[in-house]
């Protein structure tokens, strides 16, 4: 029986999420509905509350920002349907991290998002293993300025003729700090099930043309390094296009045809 989808937001990445759903993308997933902030012109399909979305769907996606994660969680899972993730970064927040455990009946998984590694990652970390785990993401510089910041920040990120580092510190911290752009952060943390031995540090590149992620990770199971360069997406420069396709990835193996390689 196919997985009976809802994806909330249709931004960048819902919008295209659910455009492969409708048009069949996903063996063994179907599109029932979306749940929109404000209605688009061309929805890729019918526009559901949430709570019509509840009665409709065994499997809710989340593509809306983290916010939105906090807002719909206890109610999807509290009913018995599953719920993928793309704002990870809302798992580290301590509203939600802490009472991970105890949510369900419904299952909450993350996506990968835009980099991967991740199994190998939580493979090594399995094991024991790992001593060290660093990201260094460097994206377009000013897509890294935020509302929070002080003009003269916003002005150094956007001015310098060289890669300036915008944050350097801890994935909680960074994820609350840049919403929309360190969610991958914390898929890794939560790959590796931990936030004390992962280090971050954000770059802006006023020459960036692609979004780059860099993850190394050390300990005595192995060295393992991943550089992952992404086409950000041309309607969202904060999002790679690969995303979108990550997150069906991730759909494709809720279902019962999931893809070979888990
Ligand atoms: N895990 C990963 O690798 C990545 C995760 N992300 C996450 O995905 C989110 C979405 O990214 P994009 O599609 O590029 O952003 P976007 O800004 O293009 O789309 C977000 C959409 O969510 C809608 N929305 C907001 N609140 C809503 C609500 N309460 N109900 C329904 N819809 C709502 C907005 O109206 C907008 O259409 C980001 O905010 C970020 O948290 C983004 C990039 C990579
Ligand atoms: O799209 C990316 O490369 C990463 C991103 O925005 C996020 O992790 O939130």
């Not at 991740?118 to 300025?145: F, I």
């Not at 060295?223 to 790679?240: G, H, L, M």
Request: glycine residues 10%.
């Amino acid at each position: 029986m196919n997985r009976r989808v809802a994806v909330v937001g249709h931004g960048v990445i819902g919008a295209r999420v659910a455009e492969e759903l409708a048009r069949g993308g996903v063996d063994g997933a179907e599109l029932v509905g979306i749940v929109v902030r404000h209605a688009p012109d061309t929805p890729a399909g019918p526009l559901l509350t949430l709570e019509q979305a509840l009665d409709a769907a065994d499997l809710v996606v989340e593509c809306a920002g983290q916010p939105v994660v906090h807002e719909i969680v206890d109610a999807v899972l509290s009913r018995g349907s599953d719920l993928v993730v793309t704002s990870v970064g809302a798992l580290l927040d301590d509203r939600l991290g802490p009472r991970l455990g105890s949510l369900g009946p419904g299952r909450l998984l993350a996506t990968h998002g835009a980099v991967g590694g991740l199994d190998l990652l939580a493979s090594a970390a399995r094991s024991g293993g790992l001593d060290t785990v660093h990201v260094r993401t460097t994206k377009k510089a000013p897509a890294l300025v935020r509302d929070w910041m002080s003009a003269a920040e916003a002005e150094r990120i956007t001015q310098s003729p060289e890669p300036v580092t915008v944050f350097s510190g801890g994935p909680s911290e960074a994820a609350r700090l840049f919403p929309d752009s360190l969610n991958v952060v914390a898929a890794l943390a939560t790959a590796v099930g931990s936030t004390d031995r992962v280090t971050v540090e954000l770059v802006g590149d006023p020459s960036a043309t692609r979004t780059t992620h860099e993850i190394t990770a050390s300990g005595d199971i192995g060295d393992y390094s991943f550089v992952i360069r992404n086409t950000p997406s041309a309607q969202n420069p904060r999002t790679s296009a690969v995303t979108a396709w990550s997150v069906l990835q991730t759909i494709a193996s809720l279902t019962g045809r999931a893809p070979l390689i888990a």
